[in-house]
């Protein structure tokens, strides 16, 4: 069957006639002694340009963007000068295109395109969706990684600092977005629960220098300048900014008694825990930044809180790593916000110390500090921390330890003796709180450690803020609706913001021999 003429004049031509070469090749009898492979990396490149001539000659059929005489700016300037066939070009996840369309000027003032504004072109040249695919590939894989695959998946090469830039601007509608007000259904999980977590962690995160904290920074210049010569640079202290980790979510009551969990954490399992699967999680959210103050974070977290359960119909429960800075934001956040909050030390904390501490006392691969760990878990969970505050004491005492092997034990006895208030484990485990951090824990590890800490990187302030509130729109399942509304807000910044009112086109121009409109 001979294929079919398409007249010069008619729209699609030149895809038209593309189609037909790779259907030629394909029907050939050369191509049968090809393999699979051969066969689908020809249909990869030219089927790739197919999609782009089809792209391009869709936008060449759609006329310029001519409105009429003049355009009206949002600074009130009428343009009335008009100048067609003004091209500009874009790279598409086909491949680069170009886009003839009418321009509107007026002395000193920024010329206007009605044509943008009505396809909402992007400002950089790299089309919305081509920017999403280099922000999804950018929250698993380093920079460099995405522009290899990129140009693999795609055939479009964008050098590595256009990804970074592509990535600092696909995250910069983050804040606006958790803004909005919660989805009903979000607060009918919530209300449907009786426990509101807000969780809270830190994490530290390799960063150049310049992207450092003040006093951070200082300390590293001032290690450096006390390096002999010839003595290699240690850079393992001072070189991280701590990115602040929150999460909130809901659950049920989950009451258990200390005898319970203690098998549960104690070392050494020698009677098996035949436990009732704990409450799972609904309605979990994490975010994490390096950029905004603890406080900050901590406070627009307890604002989602306020947001999904405004009459606080719940009970507020927050997990903490110890750290009092962190539980003196809390305090005052919750006062500000009118909720009353339990605050509980999380119990996976508390067990680093004993750990240590055992370590300390005994050969840590005897059976003895395994025991010593699970007899002290369990005091712990029956509201015994005076004791083993004592108990550690004394035991330093008598062991007759150095200074330096006390070190750990003395740690352990302050950091259990200073967070009293928060160890009241009986009472919460009575009223079926959640007493460990795992929510938060995950967090840091998959949000903040799988992707900040691949082998030799150093952040950035910028990158690692735009990487860190991309995973979490990742990992919170919120991609598809935020990218619909950042290119929302990419139209009300690059063009709505434009115009007094966006014009609409004339119909578009009849395309006529040669490529010239009419």
Not at 138 to 145: I, L, Q, T
Request: one cysteine or more; glycine letters at 6%.
């Amino acid at each position: 069957m001979e294929a079919q003429v398409v007249a010069i004049d008619q729209p699609f031509h030149s895809a038209y006639e593309k189609f037909i070469e790779i259907t030629d090749y394909l029907r050939a009898e050369t191509s049968c002694d090809k393999t699979h492979s051969e066969i689908e990396a020809y249909l990869e490149t030219d089927g790739r340009e197919l999609l782009r001539l089809l792209l391009q000659e869709h936008l060449d059929n759609q006329g310029s963007g001519r409105i009429g005489e003049a355009v009206c700016g949002s600074d009130g300037v009428v343009r009335s000068h008009k100048r067609d066939q003004m091209e500009i070009g874009y790279k598409s996840v086909f491949g680069a295109v170009r886009l003839a369309r009418t321009g509107y000027s007026q002395r000193g003032v920024a010329s206007l395109f009605p044509r943008d504004a009505q396809l909402n072109l992007p400002v950089h040249g790299y089309s919305h969706r081509l920017q999403k695919r280099v922000a999804v590939k950018a929250v698993k894989e380093s920079f460099e990684g995405v522009v290899n695959d990129l140009e693999t998946e795609t055939g479009v090469r964008i050098g590595k600092r256009q990804v970074e830039q592509i990535v600092y601007a696909a995250a910069q509608d983050f804040d606006a977005f958790h803004a909005q007000p919660c989805a009903p259904e979000v607060q009918q999980r919530a209300h449907a629960k009786p426990i509101q977590v807000l969780t809270f962690d830190g994490k530290g995160v390799v960063m150049r220098q310049e992207a450092l904290r003040e006093a951070t920074r200082k300390k590293a210049a001032a290690c450096a300048q006390k390096l002999p010569r010839g003595f290699a640079r240690k850079e393992q202290a001072n070189r991280k900014r701590m990115a602040t980790v929150a999460g909130i979510y809901h659950i049920d009551r989950h009451i258990r008694c200390p005898q319970t969990v203690a098998r549960q954490f104690a070392p050494l399992r020698l009677v098996p825990s035949h436990r009732q699967p704990a409450p799972k999680p609904v309605g979990k959210k994490l975010w994490a930044s390096l950029e905004k103050p603890m406080k900050t974070v901590i406070e627009a977290t307890f604002a989602e809180g306020h947001q999904r359960d405004p009459e606080h119909r719940a009970e507020w429960v927050v997990l903490v790593d110890g750290d009092h800075t962190q539980i003196d934001y809390v305090e005052k956040a919750a006062k500000v916000s009118g909720v009353s909050v339990v605050i509980i030390l999380d119990i996976i904390h508390v067990l680093e110390y004993l750990w240590k501490a055992a370590k300390a006392l005994f050969d840590p691969e005897a059976p003895q500090a395994a025991q010593w760990v699970g007899d002290k878990i369990e005091q712990l969970l029956q509201g015994q921390a005076n004791s083993i505050v004592s108990s550690l004491r004394l035991n330093e005492t008598l062991k007759g330890l150095s200074a330096k092997q006390r070190e750990p034990i003395e740690q352990c006895a302050t950091y259990v003796a200073n967070h009293a208030p928060y160890l009241n484990y009986p009472h919460y485990l009575a009223k079926g709180y959640p007493i460990a951090t795992g929510v938060i824990e995950g967090a840091c590890r998959y949000l903040v450690k799988d992707r900040m800490e691949i082998t030799g990187a150093r952040w950035g302030l910028e990158g690692g803020e735009a990487v860190l509130k991309l995973r979490a729109l990742s990992i919170n399942g919120d991609c598809e609706a935020y990218w619909d509304f950042h290119e929302k807000q990419e139209y009300q910044r690059n063009h709505q913001a434009q115009f007094s009112e966006i014009p609409k086109t004339q119909a578009p121009l009849q395309l006529i021999s040669g490529g010239k409109y009419a």
